[in-house]
């Protein structure tokens, strides 16, 4: 199996030595390069043949901060997985890192297990946030009006998309409504195209928007 | 002989004329008052103006305090914090080979007592406890050292007066200029050489500073003052002193203040 390669994007010395070491407890990753700041990892990125799997990004940097860099990345690359490092625990940052595509979070005051599960999540499902992000980014929506019209979704998709919300992986969505996996990543094509996402955030981000996903009620 | 008409015409002639001047003595009056008590109104207002001005600034240097206060324990002490927290996660680990532990152990032990001294640096700048315990002069020589310690600057202190060791507040008030001096210095002259003496004439305390930075055209000095001088210069009216600047575009900074001890 191939190792899962990481870019660490952060400004202080110190907490890149301590996030990486942490990293590599586990032998099947990989830090393959390290940034301490965006506009230098932009310009790697534009350079290389392959992108990383994973990239953990810091969200207060010099130059070009991770708000900016993760925006400008995903016109280009929506795939690239970009996990927000945060220093303060405040949502406000976080959900704006999830607004610009990041499809996860990590406190830098993070643990080993926090950063396996999250890392693993978002290898597994395209993204990982907890709950009270999400409704988080619920509640700062909440006001604008759907401007969505709700037969442009069939009811298939509205329930995949309800589970993707959910964080389900393909499988398990397969199971849940009794189809295959393959059929899944149709449907979750079919939602990426019909509601212009550029990643699995990016639905998520709609699904809250529109209206479609009520996190926190659920929990 | 005069007769009785032109008599009464004389009369009424002179209580018309004296009518007149009372009411122009009268109007007179009452010009000039409303004129001084215009000049009072123009008076008060330019000190209003000027208190809401010094107000602004003072609310403006303390919140440029504490965004530097956020700034310092951010930069130096959670984010070392951080990387401790970090390290002791990898101690605990399994997976983290023994071999491994001593090097990490050591390098926790070099960041925690870099975030002991980084603390101890953000309390001293907020209050230098030497000069409660062993008044300005020492508390002085100690930032100077401080300073000194850095190799940005060197700065030569010299005292031809002896303050008492008993702290008040127009040492707080000297120490916080000297502070700030410095600091214009090297941020904005570029400062590589200071010099400092505190020296006494005729019963006057004077302290003279120097510098051998960039400068400014101390005539500009209105449009270009920034927070740290109005503050200076609000700390000097504090302690009833005066002060005399001289600066000129590449020929340093010259700063004299006086103060009663």
Request: aromatic share 8%; glycine share 4%; with cysteine.
């Amino acid at each position: 199996m191939n190792k899962v390669t990481i870019v660490l994007v952060e400004d202080e010395f110190l907490i890149r030595e301590g996030i990486k070491a942490l990293i590599n407890l586990e032998s099947y990753f990989e830090v393959i390069e390290e940034f301490s700041d965006g506009q230098a990892f932009v310009d790697f990125i534009n350079n290389s043949q392959k992108l990383p799997d994973i990239v953990l990004m810091d969200i207060k940097m010099p130059n070009l901060n991770g708000i900016e860099t993760t925006k400008l990345l995903m016109t280009q690359y929506p795939e690239l997985k970009i996990i927000a490092l945060s220093n303060y625990n405040s949502k406000t940052f976080i959900a704006n890192m999830l607004e610009v595509g990041a499809v996860g979070y990590l406190p830098k005051s993070t643990t080993p297990t926090e950063i396996f599960t999250t890392i693993n999540k978002v290898l597994e499902n395209g993204f990982y946030y907890d709950e009270t992000i999400i409704s988080f980014v619920y509640n700062n929506n909440k006001v604008n009006k759907s401007f969505f019209d709700n037969d442009y979704l069939s009811s298939r998709e509205k329930e995949v998309l309800t589970l993707i919300c959910k964080q389900k992986s393909a499988t398990e969505i397969g199971e849940t409504l009794h189809i295959s996996p393959r059929t899944v990543d149709g449907h979750r094509n079919n939602l990426l195209l019909k509601t212009e996402s550029k990643n699995v955030v990016g639905l998520v981000v709609f699904a809250i928007k529109n209206n479609l996903f009520f996190p926190s009620l659920e929990i | 002989m005069l007769n009785n008409s032109q008599i009464l015409f004389t009369i009424t002639a002179i209580i018309i004329f004296l009518t007149l001047l009372c009411i122009i003595i009268v109007i007179f009056v009452i010009k000039s008052r409303n004129k001084i008590h215009s000049k009072e109104l123009e008076k008060k207002d330019l000190k209003i103006q000027y208190q809401t001005e010094t107000l602004q600034k003072i609310i403006l240097a303390q919140e440029t305090e504490r965004r530097r206060i956020a700034r310092d324990l951010h930069d130096d002490i959670s984010s070392k914090l951080i990387a401790i927290s970090l390290n002791l996660h990898l101690l605990k680990s399994k997976k983290t080979e023994n071999i491994n532990k001593e090097n990490i152990i050591n390098n926790t032990i070099d960041i925690n007592s870099k975030t002991i001294e980084s603390s101890r640096q953000i309390a001293h700048h907020l209050h230098p406890p030497v000069l409660e315990k062993f008044g300005l002069m020492d508390a002085l020589k100690e930032l100077v050292l401080d300073f000194n310690n850095t190799k940005v600057v060197n700065i030569q202190l010299n005292f031809e007066l002896v303050f008492s060791k008993e702290v008040t507040n127009i040492h707080l008030q000297i120490f916080r200029i000297i502070q700030e001096l410095i600091n214009n210095s090297i941020k904005h002259g570029k400062a590589t050489a200071i010099d400092i003496i505190f020296l006494s004439k005729n019963s006057i305390s004077t302290c003279v500073y120097s510098d051998n930075g960039v400068g400014f055209d101390s005539l500009q000095l209105d449009k270009t003052k920034g927070l740290g001088f109005s503050n200076i210069e609000n700390r000097i009216q504090n302690i009833n002193g005066t002060f005399n600047l001289i600066s000129e575009i590449n020929k340093g900074f010259k700063f004299n203040f006086t103060f009663h001890e």
